[in-house]
């Protein structure tokens, strides 16, 4: 693994002695919890990426705005640097804290603070859990629209950070379509609202900036979230197919016929098998892929969308189609996707779970590729899908104990990446990039485009101290990673201060 363990400022290495800085932090903001012996530490060593692990200097648990505020004006004093971490249920090492820096963990800011039922907006801390705000608001009929599989536990705040999405995000959007406004803190700890309650606000859209940034330009103090009312009725086709290329091709159909289901997902042969020993959740365990279609709104409409939706998939080879009878089986459908991860945990010692974007059209020949890679690489891939966006979740499965197959994994996911970029789609969906995918950003972007990134970073964090590392490569990396051509040995504008 290739792990920044300290960070780097204006190209120098910075090192920091860690009783100083914790003298100098319990100074600055009194009353601050802040761990620093390794058994306290050792729980933060790593986000959902458990592969990636580095132990930081300090973790700081702040429980008020005020020594947020004192902490950040510090650190950016200091130049120590500081990695912001929510409910650490991320996937791509985004919050992997730095062996020279703090890590500012805002789980204990987690109060909903006010619930406007008639404007439909809630204002809530971002410690808050996403399915916490969706329960507290249900006596309203009200609920928070993106449903990450991980909703049980993600922070909200997180949940901006990453720009989450979820199974239904295909008809109601990610979290970008449903927060209205954002308080931030900079790192010099000057205090921002960006966005309003309104229905637009004046000047540069940085709201939608702030969203999937990563912990790289502020962190999140507050966030105003848009209410939905709940649909009156909810059905769940699932459509059996002997052939995962079909099952592909099923998903463009139903787009193409003029229906936006309120959920569309796909799952392998593999991905089927695991979560129906898991769950029971009464998927045909000999099929190759399965589609789970949601169709939501008032009952008339919705019956008609399940008549269009059935001839679709009909027309499009599905061996078998079965309508949830109730709402128990339709909870039972939707328990066997999002248990999809945990269940294919069971099978295999170790997994990895990939994320990238690709159009619907390419389905089938994405598909196609990835079983080619799995063979020429030796392990095996399950294939969970939020096939109506086209997000994959290749998992793949390995054992860390045998030694280079950690490494033969990464590099498979790597070519899977590369796939959806050559297919015209994207290395990540709502996981981000992190640490992870950080290589394949040079396949994704120019050096213009990555320059670009770093002049907007340098706006907001001129000495690059919130979350180094991660998100944006540098233009050396990725002459490293041999994605990006370098003329005379130079990189595009060698004046140009790098990360």
């Known amino acids: 693994m290739n792990i920044l363990h300290d960070a780097r400022l204006d190209g120098e290495l910075v090192q920091h002695d860690r009783a100083e800085v914790l003298a100098a932090l319990s100074r600055a903001a009194p009353g601050l919890t802040l761990l620093h012996r390794e058994e306290d530490l050792r729980p933060f060593e790593c986000d959902g990426l458990a592969a990636y692990r580095v132990l930081p200097m300090l973790v700081a ?5 005020d020594q947020v ?8 004093e200091l130049r120590v640097p500081v990695v912001t ?10 919050a992997l804290p730095l062996e020279q820096g703090v890590l500012l963990v805002m789980s204990r800011f987690n109060r909903i603070l006010e619930i406007d039922a008639d404007a439909r907006i809630a204002r809530v801390q971002p410690g808050v ?8 608001v249900a006596p309203h009929g009200l609920y928070y629209a993106p449903d990450p599989s991980s909703q049980i536990a993600c922070s909200i705040g997180g949940n901006v950070a990453e720009n989450a999405g979820g199974v239904h995000c295909l008809k109601y959007g990610l979290t970008v379509h449903n927060v209205l406004s954002i308080n931030v803190m900079t790192i010099e700890g000057e205090r921002m609202t960006i966005g309003s309650s309104a229905l637009d606000s004046p000047g540069f859209d940085l709201l939608a900036l702030m969203m999937g940034s990563e912990g790289m330009l502020g962190v999140v103090t507050e966030v105003t979230v848009k209410l939905l009312p709940r649909p009156e009725t909810a059905k769940v086709l699932m459509a059996s197919f002997d052939d995962i290329e079909k099952a592909g091709s099923a998903v463009g159909a139903i787009i193409a016929a003029g229906i936006i289901p309120g959920g569309l997902e796909m799952m392998d042969n593999l991905a089927i098998r695991a979560a129906e020993d898991f769950i029971h959740a009464g998927y045909p365990v000999e099929a190759e892929a399965i589609l789970l279609c949601e169709l939501d709104g008032v009952e008339a409409d919705v019956q008609q969308d399940i008549d269009t939706v059935r ?12 309508l949830a009878r109730d709402e128990a089986e339709r909870a039972r459908f939707w328990a066997g996707r999002k248990n999809a991860f945990p269940a294919v945990g069971r099978m295999s010692p170790d997994y990895y779970c990939m994320d990238g974007t690709i159009p619907r059209r390419e389905l089938p020949r994405v598909l196609k590729g990835i079983s080619q890679l799995s063979e020429e690489y030796g392990l095996r891939v399950a294939n969970v899908f939020h096939a109506g966006d086209g997000n994959m979740h290749p998992l793949i499965l390995f054992d860390a104990n045998r030694e280079g197959e950690l490494a033969t994994a990464e590099a498979l996911g790597g070519k899977i990446l590369e796939l959806c970029v050559e297919a015209g789609g994207s290395i990540t969906g709502e996981h981000g990039v992190g640490r992870e995918k950080i ?10 485009e990555i320059t670009a990134f770093h002049a907007v970073k340098r706006a907001f964090d001129a000495h690059g101290l919130l979350n180094p590392g991660k998100n944006i490569p540098t233009l050396a990396r990725c002459a490293e990673f041999g994605a990006m051509h370098v003329h005379n040995n130079e990189l595009p504008h060698p004046e140009l201060p790098r990360f």
């Open 311 to 322: 001839g679709v998939l009909e027309a499009s080879g599905a061996t078998g189609i079965q």
């Open 85 to 94: 971490r929510g409910a650490g249920t991320g996937l791509s090492g985004g």
């Open 439 to 448: 290589n394949q950003m040079c396949a994704q972007f120019g050096s213009l």
């Open 61 to 65: 648990l702040p429980e008020t705005l």
């Open 69 to 76: 505020e004192a902490l950040l004006r510090k650190c950016h």
């Open 129 to 136: 859990r996403n399915l916490a705000i969706s329960e507290a």
